[in-house]
């Protein structure tokens, strides 16, 4: 496997001007010559569809949910980082390219983040130009407030639904186009392989959710922002349908998998409450402004009504002193995970344990007012109280830590092209800008970064260099991929066995947040890759797939075919966890972590992305590295005190 970044040459703060110059053109009258596939309407996919029917291309676009307005990207609550400087509190492009490049602990290509921090200002016109209502001052200008691993505010917000207005912006550009004919919307419609024509990529097979037909598209790229895996650990706070099958298909054909055990887990979510559950919610990271974490410093006060306690263990504070309550998601999930271990863990016992710690706004309210708390996060307090019967405003919410995001992905160059040609990836599907751990407010930076401001260029310079000549869907390549895909489905619904495919999800979830979840060891993951490949066996031996048929709407089929595929693909992330033999940011190895619990990074051997060459379904995926080079931010210790 070949993996050229495409870095372009030159200093960091000019590779991005001198890179679109030198990028080739399609001129307009060509562009509506090419047609592009794009499988997601998220906020990655919904901006790059939209933008690239802007420019005169014609766009397939495809998504499972019934609307694009219901892509995962909806429900992000907390905000959009973006250089602005408004509040003059220090920041600049440089500041944020920093504290992503450290944020992510080391992990990331300084160029592509770079550029990243560049075009965030862009991000916040463009919205505003949509109408996007961000929360103003007062005055009329734009407010901000500050995200985990941050010293200063830069983060733009509207209420606790950021993604929803986002993708309401996106999804309105997106909707001019399909009304001028440039965009062909599918929505319920799943792809299920990536057709190849001479190794470039150059087709799609998908099947109609509701018809159950299977059809061939033929186009000059594709463009996959088909979301994040968090799902492979069953409880998350991804929507229940994100996956990992779009990805995992484009491994399949030959794409490099970088890094897939990069994983974040958020320390505010709602804590597990019992074996029923199939999702648990996520509190913002916003609240961390003004929310304080405390467990009882005595254990013979964690069972008692929290106002009762007046020892408290603000552990974030006085383990973090200059970044106390926002220090990054990887250091305040281990740091809530290592109290409850010893015993401080308050709220309800669940398998014997308490693990949940206080998020509390008494101070914040007692400063500000109840109407200022109100008025910041009105919306996420009424959520946690629909969800738990309690008013955040009366008594501390409890929190715990959970699968949020992934940092892994499909490997893409400077171009966000992957090592297949035509194959370009976006938005949190591909694995470039968050290193080991994504800062906060910065996913949504990145999918309309990716979508709006670099696609557009880049695709155009494959299509004008690269272009292999007009392929149809009677290329055999087709034919071949599509029997496939058919075979794979045949497969699926005749599975007669009584086991419902929901169980065999729970249980891989439980392996991998066992053995590969928030702390992981050598041991653990050997045996998780002793587990996995038995209930995938297992699986196909025993899965009930209800409703018999394959050409209609069967939902359990649509289930059954990406927990199968999460199935193999768990096994890649217990591959990529035990190689790594280190720990950096979401990534915590046991055997690898200082005195004080801190991850210790091994940057002499680890300082590459591990990107993974499909083998076969229980063969062990092949390694290739990216090396990084550190030219602008020092490899140190990441410190937060
Ligand atoms: C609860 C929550 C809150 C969050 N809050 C924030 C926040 O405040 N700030 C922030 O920066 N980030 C936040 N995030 C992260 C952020 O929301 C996501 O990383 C981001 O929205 C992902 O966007 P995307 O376009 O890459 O993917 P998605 O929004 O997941 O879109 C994926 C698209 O791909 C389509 N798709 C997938 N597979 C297929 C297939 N096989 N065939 C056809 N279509 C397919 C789907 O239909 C969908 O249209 C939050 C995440 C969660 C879970």
């Known amino acids: 496997m070949e993996l050229d970044a495409k870095i372009p040459s030159g200093p960091i703060d000019k590779k991005w001007d001198k890179h679109r110059f030198d990028l080739k053109l399609v001129n307009p009258a060509n562009k509506r010559k090419y047609t592009i596939l794009v499988v997601g309407s998220g ?3 919904g901006s790059a569809a939209a933008s690239l029917a802007e420019l005169g291309y014609d766009v397939e676009c495809f998504c499972f949910q019934d609307s694009p307005r219901r892509a995962h990207s909806i429900a992000a609550q907390g905000g959009i980082n973006a250089a602005k400087n408004y509040q003059n509190d220090g920041d600049s492009v440089y500041r944020l390219f920093y504290d992503t490049v450290k944020g992510g602990d080391f992990r990331a290509r ?5 550029r990243l921090s560049q075009v965030s200002a862009n991000i916040i016109d463009q919205c505003v130009a949509q109408g996007v209502p961000f929360a103003r001052e007062y005055g009329g200008t734009l407010a901000n407030r500050s995200f985990g691993g941050a010293q200063v505010s830069r983060t733009f917000y509207a209420r606790g639904q950021t993604g929803q207005q986002l993708l309401l912006g996106a999804y309105s550009a997106l909707n001019r186009q399909i009304g001028r004919g440039k965009v062909r919307m599918h ?10 024509v001479d ?17 061939r598209w033929a186009g000059d790229a594709v463009v996959l922002a088909s979301g994040g895996y968090g799902n492979v650990f069953f409880l998350s706070t991804n929507a229940k349908g994100s996956n990992v099958t779009a990805s995992y298909r484009c491994y399949k054909r030959g794409a490099g998998f970088a890094n897939p055990c990069f994983t974040q887990i958020h320390p505010t979510c709602i804590p597990v409450s019992g074996g029923h559950q199939s999702k648990l919610t996520l509190m913002s990271e916003s609240l961390r402004n003004d929310g304080r974490v405390w467990v009882p410093r005595n254990k013979a006060d964690t069972t008692k009504p929290p106002g009762q306690v007046t020892d408290r263990y603000y552990y974030l504070e006085e383990r973090y002193p200059s970044f106390g309550n926002l220090v990054p998601r990887d250091v305040a999930s281990r740091a809530a995970k290592k109290v409850c271990d010893e015993g401080y863990g308050v709220g309800t016992e669940v398998d014997g344990v308490r693990n949940a710690v206080y998020l509390d706004f008494e101070d914040a309210i007692r400063r500000d007012g109840r109407k200022a708390i109100e008025d910041r996060y009105g919306n996420l307090f009424d959520m946690y109280e629909r969800i738990t019967g309690e008013s955040p405003y009366e008594v501390p919410m409890r929190i715990y830590p959970a699968v949020h995001y992934t940092m892994g992905g499909l490997w893409v160059d400077y171009n966000l092209m992957s090592n297949v040609p035509g194959l370009h990836v976006l938005g949190e599907a591909n694995f470039s800008d968050h290193g080991a751990n994504r800062l906060g407010a910065s996913a949504l930076m990145q999918g309309l970064a990716d979508g709006y401001f670099v696609i557009p260029y880049t695709i155009g310079h494959y299509l004008a260099t690269q272009h292999t000549g007009e392929v149809t869907t009677e290329h055999p390549a087709f034919g071949q991929t599509q029997q496939e895909v058919e075979a794979r489905i045949t497969t699926l619904v005749n599975l007669q066995g009584d086991v419902p495919v929901d169980d065999f999800h729970r249980r891989l979830g439980r392996i991998m947040w066992d053995y590969c979840g928030m702390a992981r060891n050598a041991q653990g993951l050997e045996h998780a890759l002793q587990e996995i490949p038995a209930l995938r066996e297992e699986f196909w031996a025993k899965a009930r797939v209800p409703g018999g048929s394959a050409s209609e709407l069967n939902p359990w089929l649509e289930k059954a075919g990406r927990v199968a595929d999460f199935l193999e693909f768990a096994e890649l992330m217990c591959h990529d966890a035990l190689y790594r033999d280190e720990s950096c940011g979401g990534h915590f190895r046991e055997e690898h972590q200082n005195a004080e619990g801190e991850a210790v990074r091994r940057d002499d051997i680890f300082a590459h992305g591990a990107v993974w060459e499909y083998q076969g379904v229980g063969q062990a995926p092949k390694l290739n590295k990216e090396e990084l080079s550190f030219e602008h931010v020092k490899l140190t210790t990441r410190s937060y005190k």
């Not at 300084?110 to 770079?114: I, L, P, Q, R, S």
């Not at 190794?199 to 059809?215: E, F, N, P, S, Y």
């Open 43 to 45: 906020l990655a996919g």
């Open 187 to 196: 929505s319920r419609t799943e792809m299920l392989d990536l057709v190849l």
């Open 110 to 114: 300084e160029a592509n983040v770079y």
């Open 199 to 215: 190794g470039h990529a150059r087709g799609l097979i998908t099947r109609d959710l509701v018809t159950g037909k299977i059809d």
